[in-house]
């Protein structure tokens, strides 16, 4: 079978599972939506995080934004935002069809403008940073964000808000939701996978690569990192303002800007699966969701030290993630060809360069 026949039997397998999962399992699509979101998590951090090298913490920021101004859009198109979220629920909120899927609409539309804009205005202050500081720095962000938004009653503060309810059946909306987690996740990775094969792409990992020698070779480096952190956060933020209808509830700590929790699951689906590769991040992301859902299902109590366990043993023996092991071991499976001779004769030639000094000049 040749290397395009396979990929495409890939695809359409992919695509298929993707179409019939929720109609096979429908108990399950709740679950099913949040694997693909799991990957959008795994998909969108690796931008920046793998193929550029910037090891950002904060990236969900993007996340818990995207998910407010979603559901501020939605409600405001209708009803005044203030009264909405008052305490004392001064207000009846119904939402017909066309209101709903309107504002939901609108809404993914308004978030994904916001991610680019506070990522392009965050990246001219912690892109200043490098290595260990821009981690630090993009962390702070992210906490200070959940904390700001807790003390902004118009926004429901710290007691959160709840985003419109639904007009039709639940299984209806459970699909529809799912139809969107789905389809924004394929359009991110066709989206991803043209872009690594641009101009853009070689930019980036260059700057990965070696920031200084890029900036020397005549790159805009400032300008390509606030690129790919601007389209992290537009996709980021779509999957924000989808998650939020999918939970119905915002709360900023737990909800919007869970740091702890996805804000570290994204990094570490990715260090699973292959940092800097295309499809390593969807098989972190693919892996951690099931090991993740078994664990909270029916080792409840124990979820956090098998999951403590899991980023020990990637980190011990998968150093370079699960796709790029298996590349080292069967290369010939990803196309990759092995000169043999060539590497015998390199392999000759370092060993006659070593000098084996006498026991009396060694001593």
């Not at 999962?21 to 995080?49: E, S």
């Not at 609409?105 to 991610?115: D, E, T």
């Amino acid at each position: 079978m040749t290397p395009r026949r396979a990929s495409g039997l890939l695809y359409a397998g992919v695509l298929a599972a993707g179409i019939g999962a929720p109609l096979a399992f429908p108990d399950y699509t709740f679950q099913l939506a949040m694997l693909w979101m799991m990957i959008l998590f795994a998909l969108t951090w690796d931008i920046v995080g793998g193929q550029m090298g910037y090891n950002s913490l904060g990236n969900i920021v993007f996340f818990g934004a995207g998910m407010y101004v979603c559901a501020l859009t939605q409600i405001g198109l209708y009803y005044d935002i203030g009264e909405y979220t008052a305490a004392f629920g001064a207000i009846r909120v119904d939402f017909t069809m066309p209101q709903y899927l309107t504002g939901l609409a609108l809404g993914l539309c308004a978030a994904a403008v916001a991610g680019v804009l506070i990522a392009i205005a965050f990246g001219r202050i912690v892109f200043g940073l490098r290595g260990p500081y821009f981690a630090i720095g993009t962390l702070g962000v992210a906490l200070a964000a959940g904390e700001l938004v807790g003390t902004w009653d118009w926004v429901g503060g710290g007691g959160g808000i709840s985003l419109p309810v639904y007009p039709g059946e639940p299984q209806t909306r459970s699909l529809l939701l799912y139809a969107l987690a789905f389809v924004t996740a394929a359009a991110v990775f066709a989206f991803l996978r043209w872009l690594y094969s641009t101009r853009f792409g070689l930019a980036i990992n260059a700057i990965r690569d070696d920031e200084q020698k890029a900036e020397a070779m005549g790159l805009h480096t400032t300008r390509y990192k606030t690129a790919a952190w601007a389209i992290s956060g537009f996709f980021l933020a779509i999957t924000g303002g989808i998650f939020g209808n999918m939970t119905g509830f915002i709360e900023p700590l737990e909800v919007a800007f869970p740091t702890v929790t996805f804000g570290v699951f994204m990094v570490l689906m990715v260090l699973l699966g292959g940092k800097g590769t295309l499809w390593g991040p969807v098989i972190g992301a693919t892996i951690f969701h099931v090991i993740k859902e078994v664990t909270w299902t029916y080792l409840l109590g124990w979820q956090w030290i098998t999951l403590g366990a899991l980023i020990i043993v990637n980190v011990i023996f998968f150093q370079q993630g699960i796709l790029g092991w298996a590349r080292e071991r069967w290369p010939a499976r990803f196309g990759i060809r092995v000169d043999e001779p060539a590497a015998a004769a390199d392999e000759e030639s370092a060993r006659a360069s070593v000098t084996v000094l006498p026991r009396q000049e060694a001593a």
